[in-house]
């Protein structure tokens, strides 16, 4: 059963729960394919409760002999443990900000009237006994009396909604339930749009399949059970709809889509009462975003014939394609946009850092912004009210920083700087350009201390994503600061599949093209160790969801390249990640087995749960997971766990570590992130045989 224990008369072989085998097996054009671990994929059923508990007992027993994992838990603790803000933003008469002392589990919202004192206005710590529910987002009607905010529990992505009055803090109306994957957008104080799936009614409310989006109205002081339904459901099925409502309250956006990329998009005039709903884009082949409007005129950000993305101008009288004007034309840098002030922010990527332009409302460039340094910049969004705005600065050795931007004048001004304990005179964080396989051209970003020994003797973490068009660029983590003390090393390459460049990087790295990001992520080991920044001894890859796929895919293809491998929240089984939660919205990016023999075959070759051979000795893993995962469902990682097992040969571990009560990753509590970084470099440094200098 799977909790029973066997043992084995190698004493370097782990003592791993037996996992039961089935027979169950899938065909895919005439080919079978065995899925013995299958029983896995319910979340309900006892036996896989009593797996979670037996595996999570062989892990913890384990970590809690390695010698310095209290050394390393006191120091990440320690750097922490000091006071973290966001830029503050307003809402009616009140400035508002999210602030944590220290190690406080969940951020708290403040707010205060001019210069008075700061008061608590929710403290997301006392949603739980464990800080296990959090904040998943908050939205406050046009003159902030009313507020909107979403909950989430565990970690999971069904959320409950809250309105409160802000002025005495008194609920309105009855706690929502059941909101899913949604904005909250005010219509005025009438009430909000709001987006939602109906709830899986067989099977798990975790991983049972959740299919079309819908759009609802929800009018202040009636019941949910009553709210408008304004898109989706049998008339328009789509995967992902979102509602939002412009700042002067006259039209209603709305995006729908059947995958992660592409999408339609409709406008409603609510200024004109039963006015319908104008299609503006009928096909999924582009992206559309309508980020402002000045009367009628609107102002949409899109890569239809612009992979770099373009802003164009169009009447909302008769907005389709044919009928856009260029504002900001397209570069050979990728465009993020957004507006403040009543001006248009360009956010530029530039070899994946930040270049910031503003422009006025006809296009006119006003100005290049002065940032503190080659980074990453974020936060130009402000009401069209405001002189200012707060962004955010920051790298892999720059802590964040917020600063106040003066609008008119394009003065940055610094205002709240980072008390994390971090001298990054010390370090050096440089980018990279290596060739993948193909001889395509990658950038990387490689941080260390300064003045190490290049004698591919330093313990390196290659960290990677390569997906979903998401864009890695440089951002401070106070956990690395851990390894980078160590005199270790941290790398991030820019891999295909993600946005970096534009629409065409990302289609490198998808369906066919998949291996693409695996080349490129392998190229990059294989350039630490050539340039004598590492060895194969001292490597370690890490990725997360779509990157816990990356990690997988190369650990199974060379497993002798690499001393560790930390796969988390992964999607692994790539024969069935459609048949669970919101997985067949990924299909863009990955295909499905079922769309055609070729596709099948490829994926099946990559696929980590299906590519591992039995007899091979893989690198050191420590695979994280979470129970109430409800976007990469942990029967993916239990899976591949259990193959794994089953099949690795060598001395070193194989071990899975299964939060409970958590999530993909989005709210975790401060004590479980410790936690997790904690295991995350105990597991990494001891298996590189290495001890830890205090």
Avoid at 5 to 18: E, G, V
Wanted: charged share 25%; glycine share 8%.
């Amino acid at each position: 059963m799977a909790n029973a224990q066997h043992t084995s008369p190698n004493p370097n072989t782990m003592n791993y729960p037996r996992t039961n085998k089935v027979e169950v097996s899938d065909t895919y054009f005439g080919t079978t394919v065995k899925d013995p671990y299958r029983w896995l994929e319910d979340d309900r059923a006892e036996n896989t409760k009593a797996w979670v508990e037996a595996e999570n007992k062989v892990t913890q027993s384990y970590l809690s002999k390695i010698p310095f994992r209290d050394d390393i838990k006191k120091r990440l603790e320690t750097l922490w443990n000091y006071e973290k803000f966001t830029a503050p933003f307003k809402e009616g008469s009140y400035t508002y900000f999210y602030k944590n002392d220290g190690l406080q589990n969940q951020y708290v919202l403040y707010r205060q009237k001019d210069k008075g004192t700061p008061e608590v206005f929710l403290d997301p710590n006392k949603f739980s006994k464990d800080a296990s529910t959090s904040l998943a987002g908050i939205e406050f009607t046009k003159d902030g009396s009313m507020a909107a905010y979403q909950l989430s529990e565990g970690g999971s992505d069904w959320r409950k909604v809250i309105i409160r009055n802000t002025s005495d803090l008194k609920q309105v109306g009855d706690t929502m339930t059941d909101v899913k994957f949604s904005g909250l957008s005010w219509k005025g104080k009438e009430g909000f749009y709001y987006s939602s799936y109906d709830k899986p009614k067989e099977g798990s409310q975790l991983s049972g399949l959740t299919q079309y989006h819908k759009l609802f109205f929800h009018r202040i002081g009636t019941k949910q059970s009553e709210d408008i339904l304004v898109f989706g459901g049998d008339k328009t099925p789509r995967r992902y709809i979102g509602g939002s409502v412009s700042e002067d309250d006259r039209f209603l956006v709305i995006t729908a889509a059947k995958s992660t990329t592409g999408n339609e998009l409709y406008i409603q005039d609510l200024s004109k009462p039963g006015s319908e709903i104008m299609k503006v884009v009928d096909n999924f082949d582009n992206e559309h975003y309508v980020i402002d409007n000045v009367d009628s005129k609107l102002y949409i950000y899109t890569n239809l014939n612009a992979p770099n993305y373009r802003v164009v101008t169009v009447d909302a009288s008769n907005p389709s394609p044919s009928n856009w004007k260029d504002l900001v034309p397209e570069t050979e840098n990728v465009l993020n946009v957004s507006t403040a002030g009543g001006k248009i922010f360009a956010n530029y990527l530039k070899d994946a850092t930040s270049l910031v332009m503003q422009y006025d409302m006809d296009g006119k460039l006003e100005r290049t912004v002065t940032l503190p340094g080659v980074g990453s910049a974020s936060g130009f969004s402000a009401k069209k009210s405001e002189k200012e705005l707060y962004y955010t600065f920051t790298s892999y050795i720059y802590p964040p920083t917020i600063f106040k931007y003066i609008i008119a004048s394009g003065q940055s001004v610094e205002y709240k700087k980072s008390g994390v304990s971090f001298d990054p005179s010390l370090y050096v964080s440089k980018q990279v350009f290596y060739n993948s396989k193909d001889g395509t051209k990658i950038p990387m970003i490689i941080t260390h201390k300064k003045g190490i020994e290049l004698n591919g003797k330093n313990p390196t973490l290659l960290y990677g994503y390569g997906g979903f068009s998401v864009s890695l660029t440089p951002a401070f983590s106070t956990s690395n600061i851990v390894l980078l003390e160590q005199g270790g090393v941290y790398a991030v390459p820019n891999l295909r599949g993600g946005g970096e460049y534009g629409e065409k990087w990302h289609l490198a790295g998808t369906k066919m093209n998949k291996q693409n990001v695996f080349d490129d992520f392998i190229a990059a080991a294989e350039y630490l160790i050539s340039n004598k920044y590492t060895s194969k001894d001292y490597l370690a890859i890490s990725g997360g969801s779509n990157g816990g796929l990356l990690v997988g895919a190369v650990m199974s293809q060379r497993p002798e390249l690499f001393k560790v491998a930390l796969p988390a929240v992964g999607v692994l089984d790539m024969l069935r990640y459609n048949k669970f939660t919101a997985g067949a919205g990924w299909a863009y990016d990955y295909g499905t087995a079922e769309e055609s023999k070729e596709m099948f075959e490829y994926m099946l070759k990559y696929s980590p749960y299906h590519a591992l051979k039995p007899g091979v000795s893989y690198p050191a893993t420590l695979i994280t997971t979470a129970d109430h995962d409800d976007r990469v469902v942990p029967a993916h990682s239990f899976k591949f766990a259990a193959r794994l097992q089953e099949y690795h040969k060598g001395a070193s571990p194989a071990l899975i570590r299964i939060e409970t009560n958590a999530g993909h990753g989005a709210g975790k509590p401060t004590a479980k992130v410790i936690e997790e970084q904690v295991d995350k470099w105990a597991f990494m440094l001891y298996n590189m045989g290495l001890s830890w200098k205090p």
